[in-house]
């Protein structure tokens, strides 16, 4: 009887440890809260009724009786250095090169994880079991908080991992860290008691894990993620891919990150997008962290007093502040996104006055609940837009109102529809005039089709007295119907037309930028335009030939198939024809070799040109084979610079790399 129920018990701690994998690792669970709360009481009576059988590792056993009488101080075996930081992507770019010259120009591959903002900690396991849990401290001692971080659901008691297949000895380091959604919760509890805030996350976690009580800190929900590893036995990696990998099978969390990277500028771009996306986490990361992914390179490159060789923090700046939201309104994009954008009592971060922040989207709403009236912590990161990070719930006072997401679309009044799959809203209707408003102020952006003089309140009226209804219409207008616009002149009216005959020779590439198609930018549109060189036979491709192109993939396929599909796609390229507008004469030129100045060299564009733009410039020399980056580094081969060139001329000299002038640059193009 009693080893029956003993094995039922093995049977339902082996299911909450699962589902605990699936919502804390995987974050996707498979069982409501309800059904887990079923399983998690069975055990609960069982382990009541039969206390000879409860496991020091049981899920039941996650917060301790007792407080602790105060931290004992462990030596740690491997020390927790710390790491180099910086805030400058060329610093990133010379750790680059000081990694290949100390690894003798064996190439290495990087990994990129999100740097979270929160306490570092150290975890041992023992045959699988957790049995130690360490502060950094001053890295060659910590605290013992073992009590408290047994109250992370997050840290598995007991590794995922077959009888005999984990490792003798596995300790992982990480972050515990505190959500916003969370603090957010804390901070109202604690001034309901009287107790007092906390100014942000990292304070706040770190502030629960020094409590004695692990009750305690057991209400107040840290998380954690996993980041390295320190003394190990039984565990086999050759590289940090590996090893995250591997310890996320034993049901560890992982900290966000990139595939395997090849170069610094596929390193600098995952951390460009990955740094953009921010306010769409509920964690606070204040940078990312670049690491070599071969352990054994890693072991080559060694350590200095301080920190590994190996890795570098690419930080943020980050302010905040705390401000009041007035109201919520909804904007119209180009391709219909309703997009929330909250009001705010202007607030002056980072010298900069802001008074309205972009919410997202709905759910983004819901999920930081939201409400007009409400007190926020607004943040700014480097020269990302300002977003809102948490509301301060301990300063409602019942008098928020909650924001209804629009169930039609504000402007038009027509249907709205929610992308499958996905988080956006957007207006259904295609003749919406505030879509057509968005879509004709890029179209004429230096970027699209670059027309000068036709801006936003321009648009506005052309929209709103009917002069325009479609992106071709602009090439119909004439001087008079100009001219009679408010703030419209003669000499004006006669500047714009001249300024869209000529956007007429502007290319395919920009022509593809300025259609608006999702997921089409200038990159993609560049892509298409090489390969295919004429519009014709890119709307006569199949979805499945766009699909593989380098670069593309099916999602952006459907996207384009789809619009050279559709009727109004196919009317908008008949009509940009029979107004002249050039859509030929892109394709990738075979020749590029001929081309030895340009192809595979890297170039800096920098300065303010006489005759190109910079993103013509740096147009061409794509065309011709060569690259464009955004700073100069010793991998950089030219620098082409214009008035007021900056910072870039400075480094070019003192690296020594040649300088072109405008007109220097054109000689280099036109010489073989």
Not at 210 to 223: E, F, M, Y
Not at 291 to 302: A, D, H, I, T, Y
Not at 313 to 330: M, P, Y
Not at 510 to 529: C, D, K, Q, S, W
Request: with cysteine.
């Amino acid at each position: 009887m009693t080893d029956s129920i003993g094995k039922r018990m093995e049977a339902l701690r082996k299911k909450i440890e699962y589902h605990n994998y699936r919502y804390y690792v995987e974050d996707n669970p498979e069982v409501s809260d309800l059904e887990f709360d079923r399983i998690m009481q069975e055990l609960k009576d069982l382990e009541k009724q039969h206390r000879e059988l409860i496991t020091p590792d049981s899920p039941t056993q996650r917060i301790g009786e007792q407080p602790i009488d105060g931290f004992r101080q462990v030596a740690h075996n491997v020390p927790m250095l710390s790491i180099e930081n910086t805030y400058s992507e060329e610093e990133v770019r010379e750790f680059d090169v000081r990694i290949r010259r100390l690894l003798e120009n064996e190439a290495p591959y990087y990994i990129v994880e999100h740097k979270i903002d929160g306490v570092s900690a150290s975890l041992l396991y023992e045959n699988g079991r957790f049995v130690l849990g360490l502060t950094r401290g001053d890295g060659t001692r910590g605290d013992d908080i073992t009590h408290n971080l047994r109250t992370v659901r997050d840290i598995p008691l007991r590794l995922m991992a077959s009888e005999g297949d984990a490792p003798a000895l596995l300790e992982i380091r990480g972050e515990i860290y505190m959500t916003n959604t969370e603090l957010s919760r804390l901070n109202k509890a604690q001034a309901e008691r009287g107790d007092r805030i906390f100014a942000n996350c990292r304070n706040a976690a770190a502030g629960s894990l020094k409590l004695l009580d692990p009750r305690l800190c057991g209400q107040r929900n840290l998380r954690f993620f996993a980041h390295s590893e320190g003394q190990q036995s039984g565990l086999s990696a050759s590289t940090h891919y590996e090893f995250l990998n591997l310890i996320r099978g034993f049901g560890i969390p992982v900290v966000p990150h990139s595939s395997v990277l090849g170069t610094i500028d596929d390193v600098l771009a995952y951390c460009k997008d990955t740094l953009e996306e921010r306010s769409a986490l509920d964690y606070e990361t204040d940078g990312m962290v670049v690491k070599v992914n071969s352990l054994s390179q890693r072991e080559s490159l060694g350590s200095t007093s301080k920190s590994p060789r190996w890795v570098i923090a690419f930080k943020v700046e980050l302010w905040q502040s705390s401000t009041k939201i007035k109201d919520i309104h909804v904007q119209v994009g180009k391709t219909g996104t309703l997009t929330p954008v909250a009001e705010l009592q202007t607030v002056e971060i980072a010298g900069t006055k802001v008074s309205r922040v972009n919410l997202h989207n709905a759910d983004e709403i819901v999920r930081k609940d939201i409400r007009i009236g409400d007190s926020v912590i607004v943040e700014k990161a480097g020269k990302i837009i300002p977003h809102v990070v948490r509301v301060e719930l301990e300063k409602r006072t019942g008098q928020e109102s909650i924001f209804h997401f629009p169930e039609f679309c504000p402007i038009c009044q027509g249907e709205v529809g929610r992308d499958e799959g996905g988080v956006y809203i957007r207006c259904l209707n295609p003749s919406c005039p505030a879509q057509l408003k968005e879509r004709l102020r890029f179209f004429a952006t230096r970027r699209a089709m670059d027309i000068e003089g036709l801006g936003p309140a321009l648009v506005d009226q052309l929209v709103d007295h009917g002069i325009v209804n479609s992106l071709p219409d602009v090439y119909a207008l004439s001087a008079e119907q100009l001219a009679g616009l408010e703030h419209m002149g003669e000499k004006s009216a006669q500047k714009l037309i001249e300024s869209i005959g000529s956007s007429k020779k502007s290319g395919l590439t920009r022509v593809l930028t300025a259609l608006g198609i999702r997921h089409i930018g200038e990159h993609n549109a560049r892509l298409l335009a090489e390969e295919f060189g004429n519009i014709h036979d890119l709307m006569s491709a199949s979805e499945t030939r766009l699909a593989q192109i380098p670069g593309m993939g099916p999602i952006v396929a459907e996207s384009v198939y789809g619009f050279f599909r559709s009727e109004a796609g196919k009317n908008t390229i008949g009509s940009l024809e029979r107004h002249g507008v050039d859509m030929t004469g892109e394709r990738k030129s075979k020749s590029s070799a001929n081309q030895p100045h340009f192809e595979g060299k890297t170039f800096v564009v920098t300065g303010t040109m006489a005759r190109f733009s910079r993103a013509e410039i740096e147009e061409l020399i794509r065309r011709l084979g060569g690259k464009t980056t955004s700073s100069v580094s010793r991998k950089t081969n030219y620098v082409v610079a214009g008035l007021d060139p900056g910072s870039k001329l400075d480094k070019a000299k003192e690296l020594g790399i040649e300088v072109l002038t405008e007109d220097e640059f054109e000689r280099l193009v036109n010489s073989r």
